[in-house]
């Protein structure tokens, strides 16, 4: 099995267009679960879009004594029907898309799934999603490979290798501590940085256009038909 390309990101809820994006230019993708849990992130939120513009639609998750926790070690909070507050939040949105009756009762059946972990829940939709987009690439945890380093960059080169990856993709928002990627290029590995810019528009139901919202807004207004069109997948090869 190929694994000479891998991506790692950390699970998030019904994540954007380009998270997949990345995914689909890999060979191997890696669900960073075992780094510090963001309270504030895209572990257990995203945005859909309304006619008032973007809605938040949130999972929550018990953090109170838990500081520093794993995201792998995220619980949902099972007091709260969060549940029935997000499917009533997509169902207002966008029961007038063209695919909604499509991918609606997947949507709400695994929402309806008992999930203790977060990252269990992000996992499944994760995957889901690539077999809606017929991306058909191995998934793999962090917390499942063993790793050693405490670096966060040496981690990264330590997933490369310990999958026998030799190109490595990254968000372009990693260029900050990534830097000119040394350590890569150290072990032989070739870095390279998602660029989003060239994703193209679709049609949405309430214009103008906003690219920044759950991927949910594109398989219920296009369906699966070229999520990514012809934009660049990379740029700037270290």
């Known amino acids: ?19 997949f994006q990345i ?4 060979n191997v993708f890696v669900l960073y679960d075992d780094v510090q849990y963001d309270k504030h992130g895209w572990r257990n939120r995203n945005r859909i879009k309304t006619h008032v513009g973007p809605h938040w639609i949130t999972v929550p998750v018990i953090t109170k004594g ?11 909070n ?9 499917l ?19 949507l709400e059946k695994r929402l309806e799934k008992a999930y203790r972990f977060l990252c269990d829940l992000d ?8 077999g809606f987009l017929r991306i058909d690439i191995p998934i793999r945890r962090a917390s499942e490979l063993g790793l050693r380093s405490e670096d966060r960059v040496e981690r990264l080169v330590e997933i490369c290798q310990v999958l026998g990856a030799r190109h490595y993709i990254s968000g372009p928002s990693a260029r900050a501590y990534l830097g000119e990627a040394e350590p890569f290029r150290a072990h032989g590995i070739r870095i390279t940085f998602q660029d989003y810019s060239g994703l193209p528009q679709y049609p949405q139901l309430y214009p103008p256009f906003e690219p920044q919202v759950s991927i949910l ?19 700037r090869a270290s």
């Open 23 to 26: 995914i689909s230019a890999s």
């Open 88 to 106: 009533g939040s997509v169902k207002q949105a966008y029961r007038k898309a063209p695919f909604f009756d499509a991918y609606y009762p997947w």
């Open 123 to 130: 996992e499944d939709l994760t995957r889901d999603i690539c």
């Open 217 to 235: 807004d594109y398989l219920f207004c296009c369906g699966t038909a070229d999520p990514f069109g012809n934009s660049r997948v990379l740029q």
């Open 78 to 86: 099972p007091t709260i029907d969060w549940q029935r507050k997000i």
């Open 1 to 19: 099995m190929d694994q000479s390309t891998v991506s790692v990101i950390q699970p998030s809820f019904l994540p954007w267009r380009g998270y």
């Open 66 to 76: 838990r500081m520093g926790q794993a995201i792998r070690d995220a619980e949902i």
